[in-house]
């Protein structure tokens, strides 16, 4: 462990996070406001700085600057951690995400652009991003309050329901990438095109039997693991721990000021991730369409082909975001029975069936 | 027959799919955001919107032009054509008043006036502008059509004072309203 690492990493840490992360999470609920006023034939916030842009600023003041009321009859150290709980792991797991390409320094040392570069990529997201959920259930048990108690009971049979579905369905995408490590995944998809995009012009590969006869698995697990990411993020039709129109706010209703905008940003930071890894594993993370990163000039390490993918990167997730928040203002709350069916017995076995599709496909493949 | 029968609409197969309806709303959604964008949004011209969608954005535009007749605002007193005062403080108005906004001390005309000893004028009339509650019945009960609920509706003060409105200020926002039944002048 060098003197260059340790600095690397700080230097990455505190830009992926704070500079880059925390203002998404802002943004992103401006982002939110303006789209629903836009789908609902309305303005939104406009007011404050230049078309609103700096709402999110008064927003936190606003936050920052209201009481902080703690009612008389929670748990209060249980209460207090559990707005931590479900912020922090949204932040954690972005240290797995490449937000491009690596680069390689004058001095010859090469500079990954994600702050741990860890051989487990999705399953040390799955691991930390679970641990959220133990956030809204600990604010819905110590708040004392039955609105708050249902909405976190909910939260966690919800949790049961989607996370196995969420596993399953992408042990296709590993069987076919080989690998755990995302930086793996995305130099395969720069090389062979996206996984739901199979076409490669940049390479020799051109367009694959491999890819083509994997598509359809891989669309199918792109779908569940897409609606399984929104559950995990409490997002609209699967937002029932919340549901505002029957459990008032659902698990954070006895909270008030800075420990309920925790609550709120990492809803939007756990859905500023899920978007990430969607893209990551799916949509080719930093890489451009159609092996287009595979020419010389891109995968030449320079710090121009870095800020290309990084720019790339940031596109897309962009993008889901704005899908995510699309859908948010579409589609109706699922009832809960309907939530349950859909977890247990749609996704459940179609993420099983997919599982053994690939594996027939991919054993004829390599034979 | 009283009732109509109302049969649930049979779905398709690819209804029951739920996927592709799921689409058809996305797909509303966004014809609505881009309507908006594109600000062709429908009854964008009915409802005076200034920019996105169908909102007015309100100090910069207005709802006036389309204020219809009967609009109750701020309420006010009238002088008639000789710019005598209308009210003759009968005190019908404090009495109906649902807020209690309205307060009223009657006094005579004073000598010198032409009017004098004609009838009585309100000494002092002040509507709590933070009570009132655009009822419209004090315009409803005067006798003497003397106080009217005016088009203005943007009543703002810094204090609870400056939403005092005193008798000068009532005629001020009143001014001179002509055409009324004329009781106890030489017009009649």
Not at chain 1, 311 to 339: E, H
Request: aromatic share 12%.
């Amino acid at each position: 462990m060098d003197a260059f690492f340790i600095i690397s990493t700080l230097i990455k840490i505190v830009v992926i996070t704070f500079l880059l992360l925390l203002p998404m999470i802002a943004y992103s609920v401006y982002a939110e406001r303006r789209v629903s006023a836009i789908i609902q034939d309305r303005v939104g916030p406009n007011r404050v700085g230049f078309q609103g842009l700096l709402q999110p600023i008064a927003d936190g003041i606003k936050f920052l600057l209201k009481e902080e009321f703690t009612p008389g009859h929670v748990r209060k150290g249980f209460f207090i951690l559990a707005p931590i709980l479900t912020m922090a792991p949204a932040l954690i797991t972005v240290a797995v995400i490449p937000f491009g390409s690596d680069i390689i320094l004058n001095t010859g040392r090469t500079l990954a652009l994600s702050i741990a570069q860890v051989e487990i990529g999705p399953l040390f997201i799955f691991a930390i991003a679970s641990i959220s959920v133990y956030g809204i259930a600990i604010a819905g048990w110590a708040s004392n309050s039955k609105y708050a108690y249902f909405g976190s009971v909910r939260s966690a049979a919800q949790m049961i329901s989607y996370e196995i579905a969420l596993g399953l369905s992408i042990i296709p995408v590993l069987m076919l990438f080989g690998s755990f490590n995302l930086n793996d995944m995305i130099n395969y998809q720069a090389e062979h095109g996206w996984l739901l995009l199979p076409i490669s012009i940049g390479h020799e590969h051109g367009v694959t039997k491999e890819g083509l006869l994997t598509w359809f698995p891989m669309l199918i697990a792109f779908i569940i693991f897409t609606v399984s990411i929104f559950a995990e993020t409490n997002r609209m039709p699967f937002d029932l721990p919340e549901c505002e129109t029957e459990l008032v706010g659902g698990y954070h209703t006895e909270y008030s000021s800075m420990k309920f905008a925790l609550f709120f940003l990492g809803e939007y930071a756990a859905m500023i991730v899920g978007s990430a890894v969607i893209v990551t594993i799916f949509l080719g993370g930093w890489s451009l369409p159609f092996g287009l990163s595979h020419t010389e000039f891109l995968s030449s390490g320079s710090i121009w082909a870095g800020l290309i993918h990084i720019g790339c990167f940031l596109a897309k997730l962009i993008g889901f975001i704005v899908f995510f928040i699309w859908v948010r203002w579409s589609i109706p709350r699922f009832r809960y029975d309907q939530l349950m069916k859909l977890g247990w017995v749609v996704f459940f076995e179609l993420a099983l069936v997919n599982v053994v599709i690939t594996a027939v496909i991919l054993y004829f493949l390599a034979r | 027959m009283s009732f109509i029968k109302v049969n649930r609409p049979k779905l398709k197969w690819y209804e029951h799919l739920y996927f592709p309806t799921l689409f058809g709303g996305l797909k509303i959604t966004l014809g609505h955001a881009i309507r908006s964008v594109k600000s062709t949004t429908r009854g964008k011209k009915e409802m005076n919107s200034s920019g996105l969608g169908i909102t007015m954005q309100y100090p910069e535009t207005k709802w006036d032009e389309f204020l219809p007749d009967w609009y109750r605002g701020v309420p006010a007193l009238v002088t008639d054509e000789q710019e005598r005062e209308r009210c003759v403080s009968c005190q019908l108005c404090e009495f109906i008043c649902p807020p209690k906004a309205i307060r009223i001390t009657p006094g005579e005309i004073e000598d010198g006036n032409e009017w004098a000893k004609v009838e009585k004028a309100p000494k002092e009339f002040d509507i709590d502008m933070t009570r009132c509650i655009y009822c419209g019945l004090c315009e409803e009960v005067c006798p003497e059509q003397a106080i009217y609920l005016r088009q203005d509706y943007s009543i703002t003060g810094l204090s609870r004072k400056d939403l005092m409105h005193d008798k000068e200020k009532l005629y001020e926002i009143g001014g001179k309203r002509v055409g009324l039944v004329n009781k106890w002048n030489k017009l009649k």
